[in-house]
């Protein structure tokens, strides 16, 4: 099995920055993609942004150049530094991980941001 932990959430002024991280453990295959998708009230589940274990990262729209995801393979976790932080990315934040035995979800953290 796939454990998935994050970390990181909090309240922030607009304009501030967090930076959420989100710890693997268990089975975890070589090959995978990690990533965080995120869910506000009453709004379906979306995708943040995503991260191969060869490095390539997959950014949205919405928060391309505010938001950057990174991995450190060695210690099996994936980070999502977030800046210039607006009302609107308020959400709960989960961790995702994908790999051929499944697809394994966080508890998600509380990110909220006041204007």
């Known amino acids: 099995q796939v454990q998935l932990v994050e970390s990181g959430g909090g309240l922030v002024q607009a304009g501030g920055s967090l930076r959420l991280s989100c710890a693997a453990s268990?089975?975890?295959?070589?090959?995978?993609?990690m990533g965080w998708y995120r869910q506000a009230p009453g709004k379906q589940r979306e995708l943040v942004a995503t991260t191969t274990n060869g490095g390539r990262t997959n950014v949205v729209d919405s928060v391309k150049g505010r938001f950057t995801i990174s991995r450190d393979v060695t210690k099996r976790t994936v980070y999502l530094q977030m800046n210039s932080l607006r009302p609107e990315d308020t959400a709960v934040y989960y961790c995702?991980?994908?790999?051929?035995?499944?697809?394994?979800w966080g508890q998600g953290t509380q990110v909220s941001v006041s204007s």
């Open positions: 268990g089975k975890i295959f070589v090959i995978n993609t």
């Open positions: 995702n991980l994908a790999q051929l035995s499944g697809t394994y």
